[in-house]
């Protein structure tokens, strides 16, 4: 059954969208790459809060807190403290550099067509890992929600970013990206107020996660660390995880955001160091207002997970639901609530009758009673099942789908532009064709946009037997914090790092990180293995150091980079100060 | 005014030096504050934090979910504000 809320918020958002790209359709190379140079550094911070909150932040976050307790605060620092790092390391810089893409960055200021073919490289790995999962949220949210398969879910989704991103550029993208944070931070603190007020009694979030249950003087977070040891999980607020490793995956993540090609780019947008500054203020400020009521959500949730389902007595399929439920009800007993029917044909929930006895026991690995746990639940629909659960109103439902979609269509648009560019400006206009004429390129330019599109798609359709949302994406972290932020970093910081210096650095950095995660991922290796117990998630940050070290090393071996490339870095820490170098430019003067 | 803090008031002149100076004495306190609301409230000292609580939730489990967040922007604006005084003190022009 499709709810006509549902399909209301989906088709209105959507033709929003479509109506920006018409409206905001890119004339330039500069506005197709670069909206200009002249966005607003509000609306530049609003675009890239959509932009970065991807469907991980959205749908898997919330729910992956709700289980981790204490160890899902990785992802919420994580997730931003990189802004810290971003505005008070690079936005700025780059943005006084005034380019178009982080590899131009990287070709220019280390001199080397190599050096930049190498960072494409690094560009598209990092966004093809990531845009894997954004598609696998756009086939979620469809199947869960709109009756429709997750490969049709993931095409039309194709189809809609299609639309806006290959004409609008960037500047469509931007404006989209607006309306579609509205729609998602709606989506999120709406059902998280009305779950905050029936739980805790307070309507504001972040003050209910630190206040009492309701019509108790015990804290929220007592009582849920009381209900889930009770059942045989670790202590909400304590994790299982070593300090280490939650020391290097929150590192990892931080330094991995500062290093996303996807969200440096969007502050080439405005127009000087100083709106950089203050677009990365506001981007953190409009990711908070979300990722502050994250952890209140995820308690929130594993309160009413174990409240409606443990000790429910299950109705099969063959059973009139209504009917059955009614008998349970009259018994004293409690029936299995109707959103778990509903979400366990999408195959997210599972529960297997163990011991026989009808009733459903949710129990955690050391369970003092001996009970064997019976229901496992998917992590990724917590977010989407959470308003049904709260028995919410219909329209809050539909709204959520729709921000669901908001989130990861927005990021999916945000790395589309980062695959297009890397293609038609960093290799074909710089490396292989430069004589290519501007319409040329912006032809160009479409064209990698729409083919990367149905790549993204594809990898959307086959990342189905990937694990979860949240995680996948974690890899892209690990490889951007190892590669791409060193020589970023080192690139405006350090003058002496050289040509030899970059590329070793992002040598090292992707490929002890890919083989890292390669094989304990894929390829059978076990957690006992993990050097010094840090897991593949935190292990980009070991070889941040480890990649920096050889970067350092090999530029202090072989020679000085020239006069000309230490002016240009000279010019970029100092605002108004940029000029053109010669050799530096490649024959390109710097823009506005 | 403090011993270490950088005298704002405007001088008229182009100093590039003393702006990057500024900037990088800033940059670097801002980012201790940084590591030690995340890396050692959240992380480090928890357990030792966790003794204490703010509303219902202990310290340390509290900084780690939600208290390092309200930090990093506070920094930013921060940096914000102290780059542009920077900027008028020194004769850059943003």
């Keep these: ?592 | 005014m403090q011993k270490g803090e950088v005298d704002l008031e405007p001088t008229n002149t182009h100093d590039a030096a003393g702006y990057w100076k500024a900037t990088l004495r800033l940059t670097i306190s801002l980012l201790v504050v940084w590591f030690l609301v995340s890396y050692g409230a959240g992380i480090i000292f928890r357990e030792a934090l966790d003794n204490f609580s703010i509303g219902g939730a202990p310290l340390g489990f509290w900084f780690a979910q939600n208290g390092a967040i309200y930090v990093f922007l506070a920094l930013i604006v921060v940096y914000c504000r102290k780059m542009t005084q920077y900027e008028k003190k020194f004769g850059i022009e943003g």
């Excluded at chain 1, 108790?216 to 607020?237: A, I, K, P, W």
């Excluded at chain 1, 329209?395 to 945000?414: D, F, P, Y």
């Design chain 1, 1 to 592: 059954m499709v709810d006509p809320w549902t399909i209301f918020w989906v088709v209105l958002t959507f033709g929003i969208y479509i109506g920006i790209a018409i409206w905001a359709k890119a004339g330039s190379t500069e506005e197709f790459y670069v909206a200009g140079h002249d966005v607003h550094p509000t609306i530049n911070g609003m675009a890239t809060a959509a932009d970065w909150m991807s469907a991980a932040s959205f749908l898997s976050m919330a729910g992956l807190i709700a289980f981790l307790g204490y160890g899902g605060s990785v992802y919420l620092m994580g997730w931003t403290g990189g802004y810290v790092l971003l505005a008070l390391l690079l936005a700025p810089y780059l943005r006084e550099f005034g380019k178009f893409t982080v590899p131009d960055f990287v070709g220019d200021r280390y001199y080397s067509k190599v050096a930049r073919v190498i960072a494409v490289v690094c560009a598209l790995f990092v966004s093809f890992t990531y845009i894997a999962g954004q598609m696998k949220g756009v086939g979620v949210a469809f199947s869960g929600f709109l009756g429709v398969s997750y490969n049709a879910g993931i095409l039309i989704g194709m189809a809609i970013v299609f639309v806006y991103a290959v004409m609008g550029g960037m500047k469509g993208i931007t404006y989209t990206q607006v309306a579609q944070y509205v729609v998602l931070i709606f989506a999120y603190t709406v059902p998280a107020i009305f779950m905050s007020l029936a739980i805790t009694g307070n309507p504001i979030p972040q003050l209910g996660f630190i206040g009492n249950a309701a019509g108790t003087d015990v804290s929220m977070l007592n009582q849920l660390n009381t209900v889930v040891t009770d059942l045989g999980f670790t202590e909400y607020t304590s994790t299982t995880k070593s300090k280490l490793d939650v020391f290097c995956i929150t590192a990892a993540l931080m330094f991995g955001t500062a290093g996303l090609p996807h969200v440096i780019i969007r502050f080439f947008t405005v127009s000087s160091a100083q709106a950089a500054r203050k677009s990365a203020g506001w981007a953190l400020m409009f990711i908070a207002l979300l990722y502050t009521v994250a952890p209140a959500v995820g308690a929130f949730a594993r309160m009413n997970f174990v409240d409606t389902v443990n000790e429910a007595v299950y109705i099969t399929d063959a059973e009139n639901y209504d009917q059955r439920a009614a008998e349970i009800l009259a018994d004293g007993k409690k029936p299995v609530p109707e959103w778990y029917k509903s979400w366990e044909k999408t195959g997210l929930l599972k529960y297997d009758d163990l011991n026989g006895d009808g009733v459903m026991q949710y129990r955690g690995p050391d369970a003092p009673d001996g009970i064997k746990n019976e229901v496992v639940p998917n992590r990724d629909i917590f977010v989407l099942a959470n308003p049904q659960i709260a028995k919410l109103p219909n329209w809050v439902v539909g709204l959520v789908v729709a921000g669901g979609l908001a989130a990861a269509l927005s990021t999916a648009a945000g790395l589309l532009m980062v695959i297009s560019s890397a293609v038609s400006h960093d290799l074909m206009k710089r490396t292989f064709k430069p004589d290519m004429s501007e319409k040329e390129e912006m032809r160009v330019a479409r064209i990698a946009a729409a083919v990367a599109v149905v790549c993204a798609g594809l990898t959307g359709i086959y990342a189905s037997q990937l694990p979860f949302v949240a995680q996948v994406v974690a890899f892209a972290f690990g490889l951007a914090a190892a590669s791409l932020f060193p020589v970023i970093f080192l690139g405006i910081f350090w003058k002496r790092m050289n040509r030899e210096g970059a590329i070793a650095t992002m040598l090292v950095g992707i490929i002890t990180t890919s083989m890292y995660i390669v094989y304990f991922k894929f390829m059978g290796g076990t957690a006992a293995g993990w050097w010094f117990g840090v897991s593949p998630e935190g292990i980009g940050f070991a070889f941040m150091w480890l990649s920096t070290a050889v970067g350092v090393v090999v530029s202090l071996m072989t020679t000085a980079p020239p006069q000309e490339i230490q002016d240009l870095v000279q010019d970029i820490r100092i605002p108004g100060q940029r000029k053109s170098h010669g050799m530096a430019e490649g024959g390109m003067a710097p823009a506005e």
